[in-house]
């Protein structure tokens, strides 16, 4: 019994006795399900907790032999990496038999309820929900269940974890599948970059979206491409000429490369389509990122595991507060500090198509979500300059402080734009504090920023010399040049560097001025953020070294592989990545072990060696202990694991800090040079009086960051008590609480009432509606 590459594996079929194992319905209706980029996670997830079963399409439910199976770890084990089709999954009409509603019944999955992915299987699953008391009916009366039976069934209970690469399913932020789209999308720009910048060309590029202009916005967003085409915002009437013309001023200010990004559905005013045979279908398939990989647990709770915690623990189903047909929302992209549980509105995403074929493209915008929204509202400001109304009396600097990391670049970019925008005079300052010190500060323009949008590391140069060591000359050019606001882009040095400004107010006056802090850094240890610029490019690269580590022991049996991280103190690096890569362990400072928990890890390797999956992972975060060091690590596992399985080393070290920039931190680092700005630009004019600046209230410092799903500003002084200065580290860490579904993940025995699974939230048609997003 070959299906589906099962056959090599002892699977567990759940309950498939009495009713035979009849297979030719397979051979009808073609592929199972899940497929894409973005299920084998969720799958991962779900798998360890309930039941799973491949089929749950109303296509793949068709099944003449009841093709429900229990769930078993091994066969669900290492698909969090896998891109495509690993077990498929298939569009087509709402085919029902008998058997197929049947098994749900006989399954008590209409009590506990189900849980489905895909927009177009959610519309299918509203249907089925419709009519599910039709369903029982016909059962009743061919006497396949009694009346007793079809009462305790009465209600079907679904819960929806949305998978698209299109993002265009109203009531969430991010669907399973869009950032590994945007990855392969920006993998094709950047190499089209490179080949442009020697042949002097245009490139017209299209990507996946039939109905929305998610990918395109985001992937021009990112790549600073010179026109976009969405089809929520058609180009007026004449658009061929501007084009034509913008691209000739670019070409005449010496631009090598232009890029043109259009959606497959976009459209003109008239609803004719414009499109582009250039390159089609880049975004769908590959590797799924890291963000992809643990979207289903980037939180206190994972929309795999979450959802079927949430079955198992509803008790309000069929209640206004828990409608029978819900969908788990992640509401926020980095931050589950709130899972939201609300009415799944396929009639609300359905809306804004009906908008664009009725020309209300304003309002088709507008439904899409404030999200998307705010990327086109930006994309507008910076695609193209535009002369300020007026010249403003303000000075700015901006510089790098720290290691470097990926998205600085962007940040410049936009705050630069931003800035010449409104008004203000910008100078950039090469090599941190040390160059603010030495004058080393010019004046920049539009164009001098072009392209840094791709571009790893710092192109500003950046130190980790802090000010407490030249201060006085800092003074100085902050004097010589009438600098009045302060943007510093960099790690824990940045943090600490405007924190020893801010207290030396008192004895220099120069320094009452507005500053602004953009957290940039792969440990991700800045106080007063969730997630900082550079961190999703590490965890990527990190992911991406271990996928390789994992497949070179594809031919050795037997063998574990320890991995060192960077991050300082800071373990986000290691966990996160555990978590995307499913390694065994993972070590970090912030959760301390002791010999006895090395002992059980162990063990878990041998007894994992006595299965089919005869490797492991281990990860060790750089700084997690000052006596168990990765050698000793190294040493104790190939003792205790001698003839059973031996050990590897491999030290990631700066491996993580290189490379261009994710599409996440392209355009995190984007939003947030936008936002810090406009902060500053506002603070400065209500502290501007009589042709001078003073600001030394506690707010006029402060470090800007995404917390939970609000860009908040944190005055320094104030984030200085819950920072632990000794080990770099805020004294709160949201992503501890992933600690545990890494443990599950691994198949560790946890129980699921020790999972932090998050706070349910009701939504309703208004909090989607009215919510500002990010």
């Not at 631009?255 to 959606?263: E, M, P």
């Not at 600490?496 to 001025?513: D, H, K, P, S």
């Not at 800071?570 to 555990?578: A, D």
């Not at 949201?734 to 706070?759: D, F, P, V």
Request: glycine fraction near 12%.
């Amino acid at each position: 019994m070959v299906w589906c590459g099962m056959a090599m594996y002892d699977v567990v079929w759940h309950s498939m006795g009495q009713y035979g194992m009849v297979w030719h319905s397979i051979a009808w209706y073609g592929t199972v399900w899940c497929g894409m980029a973005r299920y084998g996670a969720v799958w991962r997830g779900m798998a360890q907790y309930g039941t799973a079963w491949h089929s749950m399409t109303w296509c793949g439910m068709v099944w003449h032999s009841m093709a429900w199976y229990g769930a078993v770890w091994l066969v669900w084990h290492g698909v969090a990496r896998r891109g495509t089709v690993w077990c498929s999954k298939a569009r087509c009409g709402a085919v029902w038999h008998s058997v197929a509603w049947y098994g749900v019944v006989w399954h008590g999955m209409a009590q506990h309820g189900t849980v489905w992915c895909g927009m177009a299987h959610l519309t299918g699953a509203d249907i089925f929900r419709s009519e599910w008391g039709e369903l029982l009916e016909e059962l009743v009366q061919d006497g396949q269940i009694s009346e007793e039976v079809a009462q305790e069934n009465s209600r079907l209970n679904i819960v929806g974890l949305v998978g698209s690469i299109d993002n265009d399913f109203c009531g969430t932020d991010m669907t399973i599948g869009t950032d590994s789209a945007l990855h392969r999308i920006m993998e094709v720009i950047d190499a089209i970059t490179t080949t442009a910048q020697s042949h002097q060309q245009t490139f017209v590029l299209e990507v996946m979206g039939r109905h929305c202009g998610y990918l395109a916005l985001v992937s021009g967003l990112a790549s600073g491409a010179d026109w976009l085409f969405i089809p929520e915002s058609p180009p007026e009437d004449g658009w061929e000429d501007l084009m034509c013309e913008r691209l000739g001023e670019t070409r005449s200010r010496g631009s090598r490369l232009n890029i043109i990004i259009i959606a497959e559905g976009a459209i003109d005013r008239s609803g004719k389509p414009i499109s582009s045979n250039y390159v089609k279908d880049v975004s769908r398939g590959g590797t799924p990122s890291a963000f992809d990989r643990v979207l289903v647990g980037f939180g206190r709770g994972n929309m795999g595991s979450g959802g079927v915690t949430l079955q198992k623990g509803a008790g309000g189903w069929g209640t206004p507060l828990l409608p029978s047909l819900c969908l788990l929302q992640r509401t926020c992209w980095l931050r589950g500090g709130s899972d939201r549980l609300g009415p799944a509105v396929p009639g609300r995403t359905k809306d804004v198509q009906k908008a664009m074929d009725e020309k209300r493209f304003e309002e088709a915008i507008q439904l899409r979500g404030r999200s998307f929204e705010n990327n086109w509202n930006i994309y507008k400001l910076l695609a193209h300059q535009k002369p300020a109304q007026e010249k403003s009396p303000f000075s700015l600097a901006i510089l790098n402080v720290g290691a470097p990391a990926a998205g600085m670049n962007a940040a410049v970019r936009s705050a630069v734009r931003i800035s010449i925008c409104q008004g203000h005079t910008i100078y950039a300052v090469s090599d941190g504090f040390e160059g603010l010190a030495k004058g080393q500060i010019r004046e920049v323009g539009w164009h001098d920023v072009a392209g840094w949008l791709g571009r790893g590391g710092s192109m500003l140069g950046t130190k980790r010399t802090l000010p407490k060591t030249c201060m006085e000359k800092i003074v100085e050019n902050v004097r010589k040049f009438n600098i009045q606001g302060l943007l510093v882009i960099g790690g824990f040095e940045a943090y600490e560097g405007v924190l020893q400004l801010v207290e030396a107010r008192g004895q220099y006056e120069e320094l009452c001025i507005i500053m602004c802090v953009i957290p940039a850094t792969i440990s991700n240890n800045v106080p007063g953020t969730d997630f900082s610029l550079g961190s999703d490019t590490a965890v990527n690269a990190a992911m991406e070294s271990c996928d390789r580590i994992k497949q070179s022991a594809s031919g050795t049996k037997r063998r574990v592989f320890i991995v060192e991280t960077m991050g300082g103190y800071c373990g986000y690096l290691s966990t996160v990545t555990g978590i995307a890569v499913g390694a065994d362990a993972a070590y970090v400072y912030e959760d301390p072990f002791t010999i006895h928990d090395l002992k059980a890890n162990v063990e878990h390797l041998t007894d994992k060696m006595k299965t089919d999956i005869q490797r492991g992972l281990v990860l060790r975060n750089e700084k997690c202990h000052e006596h168990y060091t990765t050698e000793f690590l190294y040493n104790l596992y190939s003792s205790e694991g001698k003839g059973i399985f031996d050990c590897r080393i491999n030290v990631l070290g700066h491996l993580q800090q290189g490379g261009a920039p994710t599409p996440f931190d392209r355009n995190y680092g984007t939003k947030l040079g936008v936002k810090a700005v406009l902060w500053m630009s506002e603070k400065l004019e209500e502290v501007y009086c009589k042709g001078r600046v003073f600001a030394n209230s506690d707010d006029s410092a402060c470090v800007i960051g995404l917390r939970k799903k609000v860009v908040a500003f944190s005055p320094v002084t104030e984030l200085k008590k819950v920072t632990d200065f000794e080990h770099r580290l805020p004294q709160e860490q949201w992503w501890l609480n992933l600690r545990l579904m890494l443990k599950m993940l691994a198949n560790y025995q946890i129980s699921l009432t020790e999972y932090i699974s998050g706070k349910m939230e009701h939504v309703t048609r208004r909090t989607l509606s009215i919510e500002k997003g990010f």
